[in-house]
């Protein structure tokens, strides 16, 4: 993958199609666009593809029992699950199939599954069924007594977001669309009748048509393409993950009461620990993922609510997501569309269920750019994703022994907590990741119970040798985010380190 | 099919709990056993630990972490013992069978008469205090320090704040000021330290660092690297108080916030832990609710002395090697040892009473003038107690042969006096 360096104004290239924004969208897009013939660049401003929102995700894929019928955000989510599955062969990657079941604790919420079950088959999602509550304690045996009544649906599953951008993404660029990582859009210009120069910080492309998937930044994309009045509502939503010990309190993604200041959303990761969701505030900025004593409290109580057995110390961290919904569609909808000044424009002004909705987003883009002029021919020959990172932990043991034959790395764990190798480690450098959270996210270093203290120097190590850099240019996230700052007095490059 | 070997004893960790034990077992003529360890080399965390004060009791001198380490190193060569290292135990199951992978050999299955764990303790991490605020670059655990400055010769920090007071913590002040680097503060959300008094004196006023006592961080700031931290000093329910906040610029926040016992491998073979210390419940040989099983050191209970920890290998290698003889180990009367009144944890949890016992204890709270009553013929009295300081008291096997037949409850409290 395009390593992120230079800053001079260089002439990056010309495309057809610039997709500003590789989150989950911009990169479903992307991937979609690569199996037509053309050219086509994904910029991100990000170190990463998934480093903005896509990665603080719950990583659900819902059905849309939840968006108003006849919504565009309803219509673009009915088949969601299906359609996750067949990207999951197609991408070798994991989706985890839990099931959801929206309870009901009071009397009068069991109408609200009713009209649940409505709203989602009138936009098109089937597989619905209401069930009791012997059910419900069968399926899941330490939600609250209180739970009278369910709406179940078998289909929806979880993923791991970060994961999945990368995948879409490393898919798309294996079929010719070029990435430029670490570059913020800082100008938009029409150059003539037909292209646009987008200048980014790492240089200038240009390009014919230009989709606007920059999530919480799409209002500035879209100023920049002369739609000043694009502006967006934000909400920090505040989510903890729990220690994989209990992950047994819950089977299916449960789903509680809705207001403007919570989902209440207890489910499986797809790694096996537990998340739990959603408080809502109002955050100070976008870049404001900050977590407050009181957002994890009152998150907690969310959660114990529908397991009461839950405990706040099996908790091994919080974060926080921003959410955003725009001032064109009304209800909190999604607004896709052309945009109105800038000709061969596309906004995707998504929002929850951003990552649900994501596969059918990329068809409508595609269809606008249709309508827009762009010809879609495909190509002869699209690659297929070559096979996902192999994982140790979660392999039978049969697949291990022939794992650790293929390559004896596989032997030597690197992080204790979630049991992952060496050979792990290094194949996602070796396939572009380039900072402690890159392999946090695509190998799961770092991410379980000790969250890194263990294995944090090893990756460290892995990262500025693989790379060929020196440690103290290794970092978290990217520019400026260096893990650490310098050599100890008899330290150095050839001292304490070479042990 | 994985090749499976037989094994009288598996020891899993070669910190000083895993050695002592290795050693010990040896000693006694066990000489089918193996010691798994994940690291490249033996000693486990004394390896980082290379300020001295190790040793004392053991060795009645002062030494470094390595260097304690080496003396248990070198006995375990000299024996001949087998230290698997790069090697990392997968599961334990009930019955004793154990699967370890490594580079060098793979997969591999033992069955194993007694295992005894010595895994140690990790960090408590950021995440799981919920200390609000962004997540940018130069958040570490004290541990994670020490291991990239004393083992990887880097610097992690250059103006650093410690959060807690603990061991770890208070020595990595020290260590941080001697690389140059500036620490602010250490921030302690308790009235006391959490640390051992010694480390206090000779890591934080030796060099001028203030230690804030009821003090925590509200809030991280920073986007890339951290760039400050906001301290607030909290009321005894340890609630944030109003307009004390300050804030202190700073590139590095240090966790020093607490140990837990790692016992990820014991649940899996259906140890039962104890909720106070984090570890198996134990009797009197430190074998756990798994018959054959063992635990030692830090994966048992978090100790503050690296000395007791060796004198727990030792025991749990006595235990493994009375079990592989097939000595009854007391089984025949249980006595429950009850943490009661003022006492938060002790250790062992069920004993016998047919021999010697050594309970290690910690008091809830600091304590003046107290006495210690262990059931109704056994006192001793402190001068002072700290839960920061483990207590460590030895109990004549007469005190429970005068206790009648009946007495199935031993319950440990203390009362100041």
């Known amino acids: 993958m395009a390593k992120a360096q230079s800053v001079s104004p260089a002439f990056l290239g010309e495309c057809d199609v610039v997709i500003i924004g590789a989150g989950i969208i911009g990169a479903m897009i992307a991937r979609e666009l690569s199996k037509l013939k053309g050219k086509f660049a994904l910029i991100e401003k990000e170190a990463f593809p998934g480093f903005g929102v896509s990665k603080a995700s719950l990583s659900q894929i819902h059905l849309p029992d939840f968006c108003p019928i006849g919504s565009l955000k309803g219509k673009l989510s009915a088949n969601a699950p299906q359609r996750f599955k067949k990207l999951a062969r197609e991408l ?13 604790l009071k009397q009068e919420h069991i109408e609200n599954l009713w009209e649940a079950k409505k709203r989602g088959e009138s936009n098109g999602a089937r597989g619905y069924e209401i069930i009791g509550p012997e059910k419900i304690r069968q399926l899941e045996p330490y939600v609250t007594k209180k739970a009278i009544a369910g709406l179940y649906a ?58 606007n998937a920059a999530g919480l930044y799409s209002d500035e994309i879209a100023a920049l393409l002369g739609d000043a009045d694009i502006h967006l509502e934000l909400r920090k939503g505040t989510m903890l993950i729990f220690d994989k010990s209990v992950s047994s309190l819950v089977r299916h993604m449960l789903f509680g009461t809705f207001s403007e200041k919570h989902s209440q959303d207890i489910a499986p990761t797809a790694h096996g620990n537990l998340i739990l969701g959603v408080h809502y505030v109002k955050p100070r900025n976008k870049k404001d993922t900050s977590v407050s004593r009181e957002n994890i409290e009152e998150t907690f109580k969310l959660g114990k609510e529908l397991v009461p057995a839950l405990r706040e110390k099996d908790m091994i961290t919080s974060f926080s997501g921003i959410l955003c919904t725009n001032n064109k569609a009304s209800d909190g909808d999604f607004y896709i569309a052309p945009s109105e000044h800038a000709p061969r424009a596309i906004h995707v002004l998504a929002g929850a269920p951003g990552l649900t909705a994501a596969p059918g987003i990329a068809d409508m883009v595609i269809r606008l750019l249709v309508e827009q002029g762009l010809k879609a ?37 690197v992080c204790r907590c979630e049991q992952v190798t060496e050979a792990e480690v290094i194949n996602a450098i070796k396939r572009g990741v380039d900072t402690m959270d890159g392999v946090k996210h695509l190998t799961r270093a770092g991410m379980g119970r000790c969250q890194g203290s263990f294995c944090g120097s090893s990756v460290l190590k892995y990262l500025a040798n693989t790379l060929g850099i020196p440690a103290t240019k290794v970092t978290k996230k990217g520019a400026g985010s260096h893990h650490i700052v310098g050599y100890t007095k008899q330290g150095g490059e050839s001292g304490a380190g070479e042990c | 099919m994985l090749k499976r070997s037989k094994l009288d004893i598996a020891i899993i960790g070669s910190g000083p709990a895993g050695l002592a034990a290795a050693v010990e077992a040896d000693r006694r003529g066990v000489k089918n056993l193996v010691v798994f360890e994940r690291d490249e080399l033996p000693g486990g965390i004394l390896r980082q630990c290379i300020h001295n004060g190790f040793g004392l009791e053991k060795f009645k001198e002062e030494l470094t972490g390595p260097e304690y380490a080496n003396r248990y190193i070198k006995m375990a060569e000299s024996a001949g013992i087998d230290i698997e290292l790069n090697t990392t135990v997968l599961e334990i199951e009930k019955d004793r069978t154990l699967t370890s992978v490594s580079e060098h050999s793979g997969l591999r299955k033992y069955e194993c008469k007694s295992i005894i764990l010595a895994m140690g303790c990790r960090e ?14 130069g958040i570490f655990t004290a541990g994670h320090a020490q291991r990239l400055i004393n083992i990887e010769g880097y610097m992690p920090g250059e103006k650093v704040v410690i959060l807690g007071s603990g061991d770890i913590g208070l020595i990595m002040a020290r260590r941080l000021t001697l690389e140059g680097a500036e620490v602010v503060a250490v921030a302690e959300i308790l009235p006391y330290s959490s640390g ?56 590095t926040l240090l966790l ?16 039962l832990i104890d909720p106070k210390t984090g570890g198996p419940y134990v009797n009197d040989c430190l074998e756990t609710s798994v018959e054959g099983i063992f635990s030692c050191g830090n994966v048992l209970h978090v100790n503050d002395l690296v000395d007791n920890v060796s004198n727990e290998g030792e025991l749990a290698a006595t235990g493994a090697y009375e079990r592989i003889k097939g000595k009854t180990l007391g089984r025949e009367r249980i006595m429950e040892v009850e943490a009661d009144e003022g006492v938060g944890q002790v250790v062992p949890q069920k004993i016998s009473g047919d021999r010697e016992t050594i309970f290690y204890l910690r008091v809830k709270k600091p304590m003046g003038k107290m006495v210690l009553r ?24 007469k005190i429970f042969s005068q206790m009648g037949p009946s007495v199935s409850k031993l319950q440990i409290r203390c009362e100041e006096r």
């Open chain 1, 377 to 413: 021919e495909e190509k002869k020959v699209f690659h297929t994703r070559k096979e996902s990172f192999p994982r140790f932990e979660s392999a039978p043991l049969s697949k291990k022994e022939k794992m650790i034959a293929s390559n004896p790395k596989y032997g030597h764990i």
């Open chain 1, 154 to 211: 078998k289909e929806p599953g979880v993923l791991y977001t970060p994961e999945w951008t990368f995948a879409l993404t490393e898919n798309a660029v294996q079929n010719g669309v070029s990435l430029y990582l670490g570059a913020a859009v800082t100008g938009i210009d029409k150059e003539d009748d037909h292209y646009y120069k987008v200048t980014t910080t790492r240089g200038q492309i240009r390009a014919r048509y230009v989709i």
């Open chain 2, 256 to 271: 020093s916030v607490g140990l837990i016992p790692e016992n990820e491998l014991s649940k899996q073979a259906g140890v």
């Open chain 2, 196 to 251: 051992l008094i010694r480390n206090v004196v000779q890591c934080l006023n030796d060099y001028e660092i203030p230690l804030l006592l009821s003090h925590t961080v509200a809030e991280i700031h920073g986007d890339k690297r951290v760039e400050g931290v906001t301290l607030v000093k909290v009321d005894t329910d340890w609630n944030p108080i109003k307009r004390t906040e300050q804030y202190v610029e700073c590139d």
């Open chain 1, 92 to 104: 070798d990657l994991h989706y985890r199939e839990v099931g959801e079941i929206w309870l009901a």
């Open chain 2, 124 to 137: 408590r991490p950021r995440g799981a205090l919920g200390i609000p605020g962004t997540r940018p670059a």
């Open chain 2, 374 to 397: 262990v059931g109704e013929n056994f006192e001793k009295k402190f001068s002072y107690a700290r839960p920061s300081e483990m207590i460590r008291l030895k109990i004549p096997k």
